[in-house]
């Protein structure tokens, strides 16, 4: 039996355009004789729809389309589609209104309803709000042979589903384990239909834990994901299958719309082994196309074709401009070069040989005379105090202004290019260089930041060699370096990852070797900038604890301030 | 025997300064001869701790807090204390790591913990990504004669617990009805420890719901609620006791810290009348209520003392002034006058009679130069081009500037005074008017607005006549007003309304009466601003569906745009 995966990329919300796609791939599988055709978790409405679920409107749009669907996909071709169903009981029982479900789509019918049955709700996650978990074990029997003889039982598990296999993770997420319960049916092969967001490493974590459930339950899994940018998620595919003792026997392309079939062996029970896409080689290439993935979706799907964006001649705007020339092609990149006073030389020639590299345009705009109509302005009300933040901000904020300006001018969207490191301290000016429709690397630390600048120019320079190798530097006052304020970013980064991704307290970090005090003025510092951060654009997802959806803090409190 | 009820406003996070505020009342409490002190949902660490809440350093400090509170309490009175537990089975049993619980303290021990059984995953709430939901009924026994004869049964409910009445709602939403199981277990009397958000109305909602629980149940309720406000939200107190039959018998005072005593009669088993503060008159007074400690709380519990705001002589700017005043006192209210060439002579005259009216200081910072500055930078690139959105924004962007300006060398918090309306509909400028610590108005429709201003003209003018009268303008060219952009607000805030609050579709919208055009362009602007929506500043919540916390909207998403 020929099984295929539709790796899509959907829009959120455009129902029409995510069904057209479905229908597209049904034709391709149905032209290669495939039985089966799988699509990711909520590929109708594109994952995650978020309160777009609260409008009753929007769940009937999804029922029509969904019957709509149906009526005009090809015969003998069985279709998986992602969907949400109205729970009829909800209100008698006391439960939510909504599931997260997969159709089963054949012969005009929807023939089956199974619910996601373990719903996650840390991070990013939020399906508690919205879908009563479902309680039943998902499976429906296939013939190859079209008359309903020796039909196959196959498992339907939706993405966190197959995450609870405690003998991998070392503790249970869930008291129920749905692979367990199917293997207990005896279904054949196993199906998971998936939107499990990027991060880095994500894939090697996703095929370990599956190959071990595979072998542990002597069953093939084939793992169907999503692909694509959705604000600050990203989905890079990479869907793939094992077979029963655990080898990988498929793996679909990575961070692109992909389609792929493989067979299942009805002799051997077994999954016969197909294309196999290599992984990337190295964390930086995976990151490199995760980012350029997320910066040209959230671009396409907000309906702008181009970028704006200042180019300081630092690092983080360098990587962020050859990231969406890679994107978008570097017509459709814009570099501003706004020098004031104190920027070094070096600087505008830094940026200037980088806009040469990549081949976009830019403009050179010196804010000088507009600083002078600010400090004129308010020069009596500033007398007698000295040079501060408040000057130094001022300058980010007319860069700001005069990106937005262009940004409203000509449609371009603005990206903002500030890393994860900055974001995390603080170090970086609310409406000035934060601004923004995009984050693109605010997932990203500094220290990453120059690896990927590094790997980037592995076959000659894309990034100016002196914008690797100068200290980095804000360039808001006389001779100011980043580590003026903030200490080196090998140590800043390692504190920042034990605070934010391991929860460790001081005294764990004190332990490991960092100076007390400069843990407790980073822990202060990234509490303090919680109200920066609230009001940052969303940010390209990369790590397992980015800041944005997934990172709920309090501002008006005082943990481990006072 | 008595029952107090501490009717606290903790500092998120701020351990050691909630767990002083808790032992004071216990203090007052054993001077009254109270038997039992009740405190809020959380009290120990201030609701919502949000995602303090995965450090585990956190959790510890708030059990060293809680143990360090129970040994110091005074004697002879137990205290019920909001706290969070560990659950030590989650990893074995595959549920969550923590509980929200409430600790019965009594003679220096925690003599029982008692968790919370139904967690609200909707709107603002998120206690499915921290909590494991409790499944015994809670309660313990209380002599009022210190020697353990005649003990009285006591029901421990938190928040959500009561929130489940069938009966009075119509429908469930949980599974289990926490109350019913207590009668089953025939306790005397039943307390509810909350923390539970304001939104105009929901006092009432409350005591109705209460009242009708009460009654059907035979059972006096005791409720406690949080005061102050946390980031976006809140707490409004007004704690209450209703007695067997559903009559009010006690309600704490609004919108401040408060203490109150109530007696349980022994021999009647019914709770006796006492002290009933009175509800707001109108809900133009509830909203200045909750508007002003809003403000205050955040801008105290940010660490500020003084706040800035630009003063257009429009009605928002006016209304946020008003409030801050009555917040903060009038020496720490600063206006900045910031006109344009558009701006109208009226715009000005109007803000400095504000300015007299408050008693606040203000300056004035004419912009016409700045602009020239920024206009004569990008000729050569807008050269051709007409004036528009470009230009418009460019002037509110420069306001923002300065008003940060101010706000960073001075200390002042910014506020923003875009109200619901114009956050609906993208009515506002990014990096501009939105530019502010907090959003004082955006959950309040520029209709009530204007409702506002005029209950607070109710004895004389506070804001200036001619403000309330005027059209509104953001002068950001020659001659605008509001309405040539939008339709009028009465129209527009009902449609809002029916778009945002009750989740109607387009058709339903049209049937009550509306213009089918006038809804569809209504909606896609507010689908547009997401994107502006996602970087405001945090607003006051005072309706059941404010943007913010309780609002998760997709940005790159098409339902209804195309």
Not at 126 to 140: A, L, M, W
Not at 336 to 342: A, I, R, V
Not at 489 to 508: A, G, K, M, N, P
Not at 512 to 532: Q, W
Request: with cysteine; proline share 5%; net charge negative.
């Amino acid at each position: 039996m020929k099984i295929a995966i539709a790796q899509l990329n959907p829009i959120i919300g455009n129902l029409t355009n995510n069904a057209q796609k479905i229908y597209e791939m049904a034709i391709l599988a149905a032209n290669q004789n495939v039985r089966l055709l799988l699509t990711p978790e909520l590929s109708l409405c594109g994952y995650p729809p978020r309160d777009l679920l609260l409008n009753p409107s929007f769940i009937q749009s999804v029922s029509i389309e969904l019957e709509k669907l149906a009526q005009i996909l090809p015969p003998n071709l069985a279709v998986l589609v992602g969907t949400v169903e109205i729970n009829q009981n909800a209100k008698i029982k006391g439960e939510k209104l909504l599931y997260n479900s997969i159709a089963l789509l054949e012969n005009k019918q929807v023939k089956q309803i199974f619910h996601k049955r373990l719903l996650p709700t840390y991070d990013v996650f939020d399906e508690g709000r919205y879908f009563e978990p479902g309680r039943q074990s998902n499976y429906f029997t296939l013939s190859s042979n079209f008359n309903d003889s020796n039909p196959l039982k196959i498992g339907v598990t939706i993405c966190e589903d197959l995450w609870n296999d405690e003998e991998f993770w070392g503790e249970k997420y869930y008291e129920d384990n749905p692979i367990q319960d199917l293997v207990n049916i005896g279904v054949d092969w196993v199906v998971n239909l998936s939107a499990s967001p990027y991060c880095v490493g994500k894939q090697k974590l996703r095929e370990a834990m599956l190959k071990h459930s595979s072998q542990r339950y002597q069953i093939p899994i084939i793992y169907a994901n999503q692909i694509g940018g959705n604000d600050d998620l990203i989905f890079d595919g990479s869907s793939f299958a094992v077979n029963r003792q655990g080898e990988i026997v498929l793996r679909s392309k990575a961070f692109q719309e992909d389609f792929t079939v493989i067979e299942f062996d009805e002799i051997s029970k077994n999954l016969q082994p197909k294309i196999i896409n290599l992984l990337s080689e190295t964390e930086e290439e995976e990151l490199w196309s995760a980012l350029v993935l997320g910066l040209k979706d959230y671009t396409k799907k907000c309906g702008f074709s181009k970028v704006v964006l200042g180019l300081s001649g630092g690092i983080d705007s360098s990587l962020v401009a050859a990231i969406a020339t890679e994107a978008l092609g570097k017509d459709n990149v814009l570099g501003l070069l706004m020098p004031s006073l104190f920027s070094s030389e070096h600087s505008i020639k830094d940026a200037e040989a980088l806009v040469k590299n990549l081949g976009i345009k830019s403009y050179l705009l010196p804010i000088g005379e507009i600083m002078n109509s600010y400090d004129k302005l308010l020069e009596s009300i500033f007398l007698g105090s000295e040079f501060g933040v408040a000057e130094e901000n001022m300058q980010s904020r007319i860069r700001g202004n005069l990106l937005m300006a262009m940004s409203n001018k000509f449609g371009h969207l603005l990206l903002s290019t500030g890393n994860k490191s900055e974001m995390a301290v603080g170090y970086c000016t609310l409406y000035g260089d934060m601004n923004g429709g995009l984050a693109v690397i605010s997932d990203v630390p500094k220290t990453r930041v120059f690896a990927l600048c590094k790997w980037l120019n592995r076959q000659g320079d894309v990034i100016p060699h002196n914008v690797l190798i100068k200290p980095p530097s804000a360039e808001l006052r006389p001779n100011q370096v980043d580590q003026d304020s903030l200490p080196p970013y090998e140590i800043l980064d390692e504190i920042l990852e034990r605070l934010i991704h391991h929860h460790q307290s001081v005294t764990e970090i004190s332990q490991a070797g960092f100076d007390l005090e400069t843990i407790n003025k980073v822990l202060k510092l990234v509490i303090r900038a919680e109200f920066k951060r609230k009001q940052a654009p969303p940010g390209l997802k990369v790590t397992d604890r980015a800041f944005g959806t997934g990172w709920r803090m309090p501002i008006a409190s005082r943990w481990k301030i006072d």
